[in-house]
């Protein structure tokens, strides 16, 4: 008799496991089929993003292989990739006016930097984010119809690499970190396409400064008859800043 106490509490814990274990995947296939279906139209690219889990309970998860694409104009290959990304999510915040998000932290993210005349690769993923967001663009809404929004309090994008042209030749240039901090509160909550041009627009200003640093550098460091691979990366790249900023 004193065994059925412990075989229906083991019981109990393994159909509590089971339904954990099920809204956890039910919550990342949500996100990851939202993310697939909403980006491309964000940013006129190809998007993807690979595996996200989010814990129903704590909030917690972690977005796996998001990749954006090139957009028209650029090389083939992709604009950036984000690798891993934490989310700390406030729980049932989704039942209020916004979904209150207590922080993003991006490690080791990629981008392929690409400039041409006047422009930049990066430049023009912000332009298409723009438009969408001027034209009004179809926005992830709520059952009531009403626009999904957010409120960021910790933005972090750590050790961050940006790659200067394309193929063998490609130079790595480290990216400065970037923090951002109540992102969207001031406003009652920020949709998608407000909260992707925040951090597009940074993202821009880091890259071309970090640029800008090795460009100098390589200037001190690389002669006229000693300039390798990598030292014409960098000259072709201040080449194509002093063109985009018109210096």
């Known amino acids: 008799m004193k065994k059925k106490p412990l075989i229906f509490l083991g019981i109990a814990v393994v159909v ?3 339904i954990y274990i099920g809204l956890t995947f039910f919550l ?3 996100v990851r089929a939202g993310v697939n279906s909403f980006a491309p139209k964000l940013t006129q690219t190809k998007v993807e993003l690979q595996g996200a889990t989010i814990s129903p309970f704590t909030g917690s998860g972690s977005l796996t292989g998001l990749t954006v694409g090139n957009p028209e104009g650029f090389s083939d290959n992709p604009a950036f990739s984000l690798g891993h990304i934490h989310v ?3 729980p049932f915040s989704i039942f209020g006016d916004y979904i209150e998000i207590e922080e993003i932290v991006i490690d080791r993210p990629e981008f392929l930097y690409e400039t041409k005349l006047i422009t930049s690769n990066i430049k023009e993923l912000l332009k298409n984010i723009e438009k969408f967001s001027g034209k009004g663009g179809d926005q992830p809404a709520t059952e009531s119809g009403k626009p999904i929004k957010f409120v960021v309090k ?3 994008l750590t050790n961050g690499i940006a790659r200067l042209g394309v193929g063998p030749a490609a130079l790595p240039v480290p990216l400065p970190p970037l923090s951002m901090d109540n992102l969207g509160v001031d406003k009652g909550g920020i949709t998608p396409d407000q909260l992707a041009g925040e951090v597009m627009k940074n ?3 880091g890259i071309v400064s970090a640029t800008g640093q090795a460009v100098l550098k390589a200037g001190s460091t690389v002669g ?3 300039a390798d ?5 960098v000259k072709s790249a201040g080449e194509g800043i002093k063109k985009l900023f018109g210096k």
Not at 229 to 233: L, P, S, T, V
């Open 28 to 30: 990342g296939s949500v």
């Open 88 to 90: 700390q999510v406030k």
């Open 16 to 18: 509590l496991l089971a």
């Open 224 to 226: 006229a008859g000693a």
């Open 203 to 205: 993202v821009l200003g």
């Open 154 to 156: 910790k933005f972090r």
């Open 229 to 233: 691979a990598a030292g014409n990366a």
